[in-house]
């Protein structure tokens, strides 16, 4: 009996296959066409072509976002590499656990200059939670074995993997074994949070009179939503979220105050600056949510938990550190508060929930509708109504993306998909598609804005080639509009560059993709049209949206204020 | 405040590129940095001279430790250690003079004559960052020293206490 014996490329194959990987979004290219041979060859994973790999990064992201499966991409050497780069920057500084297969020129080659060459791991070295470089075949099953163990455990991360050609060819054939119980005797992330500083964390729990909790992107990662929901019910707490953390509580919770930060509600912002302890559960104290680091919640205790050391005293200082998975933590508060026979402090707990109530009361999340401009919030609010808020919704970059973190209240985890770290244009359209392709029976919105949509609009096409039918609901000012609010209150209505011009007739643009094209002008038409828009279920949607312009987001914090320092309206401070 | 930091990391291609990006990612201070395998050859053991507050101490720590190649990271400077770094000395002994001078000196530091020419002593010092600071002062006032190169410092926990797998 003959042992079956395998090239480099195979390999990489075999190696998906055995973890189970579904799907591998790239492009073809020089370095890489021994491994696209080797797909072609077999059915178990499906590859999708994208028309920018910058796409094939943000697609396996929506993906795995969407789904928690390890995201795969496969880009050639050289430029097809460096097209990843901002895909990888967007899922490091979420957290977003992602494989990146990168093809490299020969190892003869490497370090000459060789066509289509570019060190590939040295640029995304800062971006990346760890790379591999293989230099045999011998090397691939183990690398990709651990590059998938590093990126789905501790804090999530991308992970790239360098192939250079001359291993994977199919001259050079070896036995292939893979392990995926993968050791490493220099990565042991901390799981259990020590006991000493559960017991100090929920004494300091027990005796608060005012206590918050602020829970972000980490409860999504640790699939720890139920948990946190238990939790905010024992504790009968207030809970706010970050961007990043929408849906880790039913955004219709009674408990759920908000998301809180620059453009957070009033009653989260405040119930944060006036807190007595801080439970924060899965976030890092980001600038976008402290505002001033000087005057950051100065009477607060804060407990802080997280799988990352370094997020620990790192902008704000926690009292109370306690390093760990969150789910794991939070079981072993909830059973540390049994433990103790823990009864909630109903007369602190009334005065402060009154407290909350009157905040919630200046409403500092609204809009007036003037005139018969479409405001933008409203688009939102319909697409809520119509989809039940049960819709997957992936957004680009700007105040359409605030808006829809306001108006879109998430039920569940993994629904909102969104580019917070990093911030990136271009996410949503990608994103939405690696969403639908995991989900295709449900509701798939991409919310974007007139800028956004076309820095990887040539995915409309991947689209038609794999049938990806979202619906893409672009707010379209004709400007860059956080740019331009940004203008119009700090630089005295200077629109430098922020007004878009030349913008394409999208219809017909959506339609020469073979898509549909749907405008909206009125506000008499939005709700039907969106209506329509929502009742086609085989076939990409392309809604356009004629928005207000002069439409800023508020509440917005005020710059070197505390978090509590806001604009609820133009002009007018909280 | 100067600490010395020790490093065990795998001994793979990369990963002192990966000690070196973070520091210079995050903006901390590399006074002087040493590498070299240990015993095992498997692990490689990085040696890191820096200036900073507690604070950046602690995020320095944390962050080192983050990367997936370090096993382990120690402050040596935190307790009781020996420190000890290499000095290369080229300095000019033109005359008679100087020339006994600088033997003078070299032998109250401790240190040796490793290279003679027909102007030049080559000096070799071995001891602590303060030692090879005040040699280099003296011979600074005695002579011209026309080049120096230093090795940067290594640093060994006194007694028990040890950095290892």
């Not at chain 1, 955004?251 to 807190?275: C, D, P, R, V, Y």
């Not at chain 1, 802080?304 to 620990?312: A, F």
């Not at chain 1, 200077?494 to 017909?508: A, N, T, V």
Request: one cysteine or more; hydrophobic letters at 40%; proline letters at 3%.
């Amino acid at each position: 009996m003959t042992t079956e014996l395998f090239s480099g490329a195979e390999m990489v194959v075999k190696s998906l296959s055995a973890l189970k990987v579904k799907y591998i979004f790239g492009y073809p290219g020089g370095s890489v066409l021994d491994i696209y041979d080797a797909i072609f060859q077999q059915d178990e994973i499906e590859h999708i072509l994208v028309r920018h790999e910058q796409a094939a990064t943000h697609m396996a992201d929506g993906y795995t976002r969407a789904t928690g499966e390890v995201g795969v991409v496969l880009a050639t050497s050289g430029p097809g590499a460096t097209n990843c780069v901002t895909g990888i920057a967007t899922a490091y500084m979420d957290s977003i656990p992602m494989v990146i297969l990168a093809g490299q020129v020969a190892s003869s080659l490497i370090g000459n200059d060789a066509f289509q060459e570019t060190d590939i791991v040295g640029c995304t070295r800062p971006i990346v939670k760890h790379s591999f470089n293989c230099r045999s075949l011998q090397d691939i099953p183990d690398a990709i074995a651990k590059a998938f163990y590093l990126a789905n455990s501790g804090r999530s991360g991308p992970v790239v993997v360098e192939l250079p050609k001359d291993i994977l060819i199919p001259q050079n054939k070896e036995t292939f074994s893979i392990t995926t119980d993968v050791k490493m005797r220099s990565y042991n992330p901390t799981v259990k949070g020590h006991p000493k500083q559960i017991r100090k964390a929920v004494k300091t729990i027990t005796n608060a009179k005012k206590l918050v909790i602020y829970s972000g992107g980490g409860i999504i990662l640790a699939n720890a939503s139920t948990l946190l929901t238990k939790l905010v019910e024992t504790l009968n707490a207030p809970i706010t979220n970050t961007l990043m953390g929408l849906g880790g509580i039913s955004g219709t919770h009674e408990n759920f105050i908000g998301m809180l930060g620059m453009h957070g509600s009033l009653e989260a912002n405040k119930s944060m600056a006036n807190a007595d302890v801080i439970l924060a559960l899965g976030a890092r104290f980001d600038d976008r949510v402290t505002n001033n680091v000087e005057k950051f919640c100065p009477n607060a205790t804060i407990i802080h938990v997280d799988v990352d050391p370094t997020s620990i005293s790192k902008t704000i200082n926690a009292h109370i550190p306690v390093v760990g998975l969150v789910d794991i933590v939070m079981q072993q508060m909830l059973d540390e508060l049994a433990e103790t026979n823990y009864t909630k402090n109903e007369a602190a707990l009334t005065l402060w929930w009154q407290q909350i109530h009157l905040w919630r009361e200046v409403k500092s999340v609204s809009y007036i509708q003037e005139g018969d401009k479409i405001k933008p919030q409203r688009v939102v609010e319909a697409m809520y109504k119509i989809t039940n808020g049960e819709a997957y919704v992936a957004s680009d970059v700007g105040q359409h993306q605030m808006f829809a973190a306001q108006y879109y209240p998430f039920a569940k985890p993994r629904q909102w998909i969104n580019s917070g770290g990093a911030g990136t244009m271009g996410f949503g359209l990608p994103a939405a598609m690696g969403v639908k392709l995991a989900f295709p029976d449900k509701h798939v919105i991409c919310i974007t804005g007139d800028g956004s949509i076309q820095m990887n609009i040539q995915e409309l096409s991947t689209c038609s080639q794999y049938n990806i039918p979202i619906v893409i609901i672009m707010l379209n000012n004709r400007s860059l509009g956080m740019v331009r609010q940004w203008q119009d209150m700090v630089y005295g209505g200077r629109h430098s560059s922020s007004y878009m011009e030349s913008l394409p007739d999208f219809i017909k643009l959506a339609e020469s993709y073979g898509h549909v094209g749907i405008k909206i002008d009125t506000l008499e038409e939005l709700d039907s049209k969106l209506e329509q828009a929502f009742s086609i279920k085989n076939r990409l949607v392309f809604v356009d949206v004629l928005v207000d312009e002069k439409e800023h987001v508020y509440p917005m914090h005020i710059r070197t204020g505390a978090i509590d320092d806001m604009w609820i309206k133009k002009g007018v401070k909280a | 405040m100067r600490h010395i930091l020790a490093i065990l990391l795998e001994n793979e291609p990369g990963s002192l590129s990966r000690i070196v990006g973070l520091f210079s990612q995050r903006a901390f201070n590399i006074e002087s940095l040493t590498v070299a395998p240990t015993q095992d050859n498997s692990l490689s053991r990085i040696t890191i001279a820096t200036r900073g507050d507690e604070k950046i101490l602690e995020q320095i720590v944390k962050q080192v430790n983050k990367l997936v190649d370090v096993i382990k990271i120690t402050d040596i400077t935190e307790r009781k250690h020996i420190e000890r770094e290499l000095l290369l000395v080229k300095v000019a002994a033109m005359n008679d003079k100087s020339r006994t001078e600088v033997k003078r000196i070299t032998d109250i530091f401790r240190g040796d004559i490793i290279d003679i020419g027909k102007q030049i002593y080559t000096l070799q010092l071995t001891g602590n960052a303060e030692k090879l600071n005040a040699f280099i002062e003296v011979l600074t006032n005695e002579t011209e020293i026309i080049e120096s190169v230093r090795s940067g410092c290594v640093g060994i926990a006194r007694g028990e206490k040890a950095l290892r797998v």
